[in-house]
């Protein structure tokens, strides 16, 4: 089945600057690749997504990269801010259900603290 | 006006007894998910449905019954709880279709004492 490993489990910067986490899948297959934010004590929420048919997608201070070849994406926040501090995970699509359902193998997540 | 809703919030029980936890969604999906954060975060999935149809089951023991009586329902039967079953419980829709997005309740803390 599909494994998703996610780096760095924790990243420190500095407010203004880039934060980067990377991810890596192990099934070729998979074509759908969310990346979810979780704050202290609340619901992950969806911040961006992208598809095994697009390389790279942007949203504001937020960017995925996809590189199929390699099997890896990539979060980009630009210009931190301390409310971007929280939990982010990375997912992949199993699969092995198609249409019916969407299992998604989150990463083991990544502690981002920006410091003010 | 929540998308998806579970109660309770929180959940503090004895080793050995029987809970539920309750889901609902509003979304209008077909798709809805169990899932579990355990004490380092990670999240995976339990179990999925599709209009009220068990779609995956992970390895999940036993104990762990969930039911749909309709596709807006989704509910979480535990029985003989154990120490090991602390967590936070997630539920959450999509729409089907795969590749789109998962809508995920506030989550249920429950702990075994």
């Known amino acids: 089945g599909e494994n998703v490993e996610q780096h760095p489990s924790t990243l420190s910067v500095q407010e203004g600057d880039s934060a980067v986490i990377k991810c890596t899948y192990s099934?070729?297959?998979?074509?759908?690749f969310p990346w979810y934010k979780q704050e202290l004590g609340k619901r992950p929420q969806l911040i961006i997504d992208?598809?095994?048919?697009?390389g790279e997608k942007k949203d504001q201070r937020i960017a995925v990269t996809l590189n199929k070849t390699a099997k890896h994406f990539s979060l980009h926040i630009t210009e931190t801010q301390p409310e971007d501090s929280a939990v982010y995970f990375c997912a992949a699509s199993d699969p092995f259900y198609g249409g019916a359902t969407n299992k998604l193998i989150f990463g083991t997540g990544t502690l981002l603290a920006v410091q003010p | 006006d929540t998308a998806v809703s579970q109660t309770p919030k929180y959940l503090v029980t004895q080793m050995g007894n029987d809970k539920s936890i309750k889901c609902e969604q509003n979304?209008?999906?077909?798709?809805m998910y169990w899932y579990k954060q355990d004490s380092k975060k990670f999240l995976k999935i339990m179990f999925s449905y599709n209009n009220k149809e068990l779609i995956i089951n992970e390895t999940v023991p036993n104990r762990f019954s969930p039911k749909s009586p309709d596709k807006a329902h989704l509910n979480l039967h535990i029985n003989s709880l154990e120490l090991g079953d602390s967590a936070v419980y997630f539920c959450?829709?999509?729409?089907?279709?795969?590749?789109?997005?998962?809508?995920f309740g506030q989550g249920t803390r429950l702990t075994v004492v």
């Open positions: 979304l209008g999906h077909d798709t």
């Open positions: 992208i598809r095994s048919n697009v």
């Open positions: 099934d070729s297959a998979s074509n759908y």
């Open positions: 959450a829709s999509s729409s089907t279709g795969g590749n789109t997005e998962a809508f």
